[in-house]
C-alpha cells in the first residue's frame, strides 16, 4: 500500500496532476469521485496543507471549495494573505466518507491511507521549495511533522522541524476551518484560528 509506484519521479506540478488520476495507491480511490491535487502558483512562498478533500471538492476537483473553503478565504483576508498567491493541497487526496442515506458523510482519514499517500505530497513539497508550511488540523499536521505531533500543544507556533516532509521550512499548525464551523462558540474559535494566522 502506497503511492509511490504512481509518483513521476521528474516534471513539474502538471506532470504530478496528470499522473495521479492513475493513482491506486490506497482503496479510497474506488469510492471517491476524483483526486484532488493541489492548486496554486509554483512560485508560492506558502504551502496550505488541509486534511482530505470534501464532499463539494470531491466532486469540483479543487481543494477548499466548499463551506470550509469559505471560512479560510475570510480569515485569509482578515490576516492580509492572497490565496491567489498560496499553494492550497490535502494530505490524502481521495474523500473518506460513509453514506447516510443520500448523503457522504465525512471521515477522518485512516493513518494508513495518509502514510500511503505522502509521496503525492512529498512531491509537491519538493517541487514547490517553499518558505512556509500551513497544517490545517490534526492530519495535516502528523503527515508534516510526524505521528506524535501534537496539534493542541502547537497551534499558532512557528516551528522548525530537522527532520520529515518539512525539514529546513517554517510550520504553523491550526486547526482546520471545518472545526471552526463545528465549533459550539463559532465566534472564539474564529478568533483563534485567525490569530494563528497572523503568525504567518
Not at 139 to 160: N, Q
Amino acid at each position: 500500500m502506497g503511492a509511490q509506484e504512481w509518483v513521476p519521479g521528474d516534471g513539474g506540478l502538471d506532470e504530478l496532476r496528470a499522473a495521479i488520476g492513475g493513482c491506486r495507491g490506497c482503496g479510497l480511490f474506488e469510492h471517491a469521485t476524483q483526486p484532488v491535487f493541489g492548486r496554486g502558483p509554483a512560485a508560492a512562498r506558502v504551502v496550505v496543507v488541509g486534511e482530505q478533500p470534501g464532499d463539494h471538492e470531491d466532486v469540483d476537483g479543487e481543494p477548499f471549495t466548499g463551506p470550509a473553503g469559505k471560512l479560510l478565504d475570510r480569515a485569509l483576508v482578515e490576516v492580509g494573505l492572497d490565496r491567489g498567491e498560496l499553494y492550497l493541497t490535502n494530505a490524502v487526496k481521495h474523500f473518506r466518507f460513509r453514506r447516510q442515506g443520500k448523503r457522504r458523510i465525512h471521515e477522518t482519514p485512516r493513518r494508513s491511507e495518509v502514510v500511503a499517500c505522502t509521496p503525492w505530497l512529498a512531491a509537491e513539497l519538493d517541487r514547490l521549495s517553499p518558505e512556509t508550511v500551513v497544517c490545517l488540523g490534526a492530519t495535516a499536521a502528523k503527515a508534516v511533522l510526524g505521528p506524535s505531533f501534537k496539534l493542541t500543544e502547537h497551534r499558532g507556533e512557528e516551528l522548525r522541524p530537522d527532520d520529515g516532509l518539512a525539514a529546513g521550512l517554517r510550520v504553523v499548525t491550526t486547526v482546520h476551518p471545518s472545526a471552526v464551523l463545528r465549533a459550539p462558540d463559532r465566534d472564539s474559535a474564529y478568533a483563534d484560528f485567525v490569530a494563528d494566522l497572523k503568525v504567518v
